[in-house]
């Protein structure tokens, strides 16, 4: 199976400054139509998962362009500019290159 | 408006059955693979169960192949997951979530399965 791996896995920002989150795979999640199949997703409290960013760099319908994805093969980072009250939660990437699809730890986000 | 409800979570002993179902709706249902995805108390996401749009494929975590079965009515719009030999390892919110080609787009709220004595 591949691992993802997360870091950090906490994240206190300052609201308006920016944060990054990584996130690394054990193998590349380059498929061969030369997208990478890496998505992030945040669990705000008390609710589901919603999608941030599929494919490694775009983002889901209704995303502020505050937040952006990069990175190809095994390394990708989650940035979100001009952090706001409402970007709290849990970061999760993910892979859907291969079943079974698994996710990264989690890196939670809080306000300072 | 795309809306995933699931329902059937509840207690149940170790070693019982649980059926879990999704209930679909403001999208093409038969056109997206449909997926189960848990997680366990205070604890990250674990994907558990895939089925493809039309049926034809489904696959399995480790963790619950060959107790738990994944299936679907296209017709009814609806998602189903049978869980068997239930473990206290399974305790956690199931979530249906459905996928149009690379992503999970849509994700339900949610149901929780306890397996305790």
């Known amino acids: 199976d591949i691992v993802m791996t997360q870091s950090p896995l906490s994240l206190p920002v300052t609201p308006g400054e920016s944060a990054s989150i990584s996130c690394r795979s054990s193998q590349s999640l380059l498929h061969s139509s030369g997208s990478n199949y890496l998505d992030w997703y945040l669990q705000k409290p008390g609710q589901s998962p919603q999608l941030v960013i599929y494919l490694g760099s775009n983002r889901a319908s209704g995303v502020p362009d505050r937040f952006s994805g990069s990175g190809s093969g095994t390394d990708f980072t989650l940035k979100i500019s001009r952090v706001e009250a409402e970007d709290v939660g849990v970061y999760y990437c993910?892979?859907?290159?291969?079943?079974?699809?698994?996710f990264g730890q989690g890196t939670k986000l809080e306000i300072k | 408006q795309v809306h995933l409800v699931e329902s059937g979570g509840g207690v149940v002993q170790p070693g019982r059955s649980l059926r879990l179902s999704c209930a679909a709706s403001g999208f093409t249902f038969s056109s997206y693979g449909m997926h189960w995805v848990r997680q366990a108390p205070g604890k990250g996401l674990e994907w558990v169960a895939v089925i493809w749009h039309d049926g034809s494929n489904k696959y399995y975590a480790d963790s619950v192949k060959g107790r738990f079965t994944i299936s679907r009515d296209n017709s009814k719009y609806t998602l189903d997951l049978q869980m068997n030999s239930l473990r206290p390892e399974d305790t956690a919110v199931y979530y249906c979530?459905?996928?149009?080609?690379?992503?999970?787009?849509?994700w339900g709220q949610g149901t929780l399965v306890t397996v305790s004595s």
């Open positions: 979530a459905a996928k149009a080609s690379t992503s999970l787009d849509h």
């Open positions: 993910m892979q859907g290159l291969e079943i079974p699809h698994t």
